[in-house]
């Protein structure tokens, strides 16, 4: 087939955020958007790109076949040699890190919102990951960016026809030179990885129980996202788990109606399956399958930071970490500091950085971060370089194996020890651009005044004396560049912390975000309820910020 050159116009606003370029399907869909994107990318690879390998795939939300015929006839015309892309257009956002760095690909693009809704009249996505499995960093994105701002053509060879739902291996000649395609299994290489890591025996021999204990009992939810093929590999044929425990595991183009994010609020579902039901441990998954919740017996919740924390203190049961030993932990900012006090206690090296998985990237690469994680349910290790779901859930899972005790005695027992974090975060979604930009001015003018440190801030005789507020910034310690403006920070002499932020990744409006973060190690407090606990914080932080008068909001959309 032969190639053409066609011309097309600039869209303005096509910056990718926190993870990726998200905007409603409909504006994916408008002329040449989706192909001006494409081209981006390609151009940003600039001396890479002749004769490169690209991993194709995403989380089967709606246009998202229709955006890989574009992406293989784009990539065909653009000298790309090689696609790798997942059969039916699917391909999870942890296996694609797991095939670009199987595969030595230089990079993949990802075709997903993520935890968004999904459908015609919901949110698509593209992002692009680089050579090391990661998203790509901000200089990448930026530069991708520039490029959608004077694009004047892309390239495409429209004829090339294929068929992405049969697993074949098609090679062609575009423009007289080889062209490969070839489309793979969504699962196997990601299966394997998995296998390598954990101890899949033991943690048989818990879901299965013996003749002197009985089954440990799961329950699995896909919410309808990508994980299903993924935990119908995993749990019901290596792991002999009942198919009745895994649900919503056909990956729809809608999800189902469901809002895909693992959470109190939007995985109710699980929540109530797990309150009423035998289960002793319930996991759920986010649509493109990088995040996790993970709930105990009764639905117990564990907090991401939590979990994060539980998983560092005994990282070296998982037979993984026994072979590469535990080289430092990470967290994001607003991530409760829970595993801090592991990093602390266990002398290993801990880094914070700003939200976005794509910051973790630099420290894995020069071997100094295994384990991280963020508060929006994000946990994951070096075996690639994406957030993990179905890692985290195995890793609880070797974990209890190992231990044979509960969900919640684990974390009786780690709060016993280190102290527990009580953490929250209030979402006010969809809230008027212009009113969100004016509280964040608002919250940044006051956190400036010079007498702002040492203020006591109370609350029902309560006191809180500021240390420290400033606009979070982080230079990263292996290249030296730099991210500002990632969120207000208000720390308390105590070390609680109150933090806002504003999303990036909605697709309209602005969402504001606000984390709350406390530490105390009183056991008697240990057991009781986070919103009881953070009340005090919680007030002081919606009254300096004025929230309700900023956005009218009385109550946020979501609690986590
Ligand atoms: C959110 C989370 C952040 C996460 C990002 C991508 O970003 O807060 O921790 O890395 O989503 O997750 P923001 O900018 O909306 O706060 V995913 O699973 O949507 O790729
Ligand atoms: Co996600």
Known sequence: VTSLTVNTRVYEGQKPGTSGLRKAVKIFQQEQYTENFVQAILNALGDQLPGCTLVVGGDGRFYGKEAVMKIIRIAAANGVKKLIVGQNGILSTPAVSTIIRKYKTQGGIVLTASHNPGGPNADFGIKFNCDNGGPAPDNVTNKIYEITKTLKYYKIAPDIEVDIDKVQNISIEVDGKPFTIDI???????????????????????????????????????????????VKRIFSTELGVDDKCLVNIKPLEDFGGLHPDPNLTYAKDL?????????????????????????????????????????????????????????????SMPTAAAVDRVAAKTGAKFFEVPTGWKYFGNLMDVGDLSLCGEESFGTGSDHIREKDGIWACLAWLNVIAKLGTSVENILLDH?????????????????????????????????????????????????????????????????????????????????????????????????IRMYIDSYENDPVTFEKDAQLVLKPLINIALKISELHQHTGRDAPTVIT
């Open 415 to 511: 709060w016993k020890v280190y102290g527990r974090n009580f953490f929250t975060r209030y979402d006010y979604e969809n809230c008027d651009s212009a009113c969100a930009d004016k509280m964040i001015q608002g919250i940044g003018a006051l956190i400036q005044k010079p007498d702002f440190i040492g203020r006591k801030l109370q609350y029902e005789g309560k006191e809180y004396i500021v240390k420290q507020a400033d606009n979070y910034s982080y230079t990263d310690p292996v290249d030296g560049s730099k991210a500002t403006n990632q969120g207000l920070r208000i720390l308390f002499a105590d070390g609680s912390r109150i933090i806002f932020r504003l999303s990036g990744t909605g697709s309209s409006g602005a969402t």
């Open 184 to 230: 793979i299994d969504s699962v196997n290489d990601y299966v394997d990885l998995m296998k390598d890591i954990f101890d899949f025996v033991s943690i048989k021999k818990l879901l299965q129980g013996s003749t002197d204990k009985p089954a440990f009992k799961v329950l699995i939810n896909s919410m309808n996202g990508v994980t299903g093929p993924y």
């Open 271 to 331: 929540v109530n399956a797990m309150m009423e039901g035998p289960y002793d441990f319930g996991a759920a998954f986010d649509g493109d399958g990088d995040r996790n919740m993970i709930l105990g017996k009764k639905a117990f919740f564990v907090t991401p930071s939590d979990s994060l924390a539980v998983l560092a203190a005994n990282l070296k049961l998982i037979p993984y970490f026994q072979k590469t030993g535990v080289k430092g932990y990470a967290r």
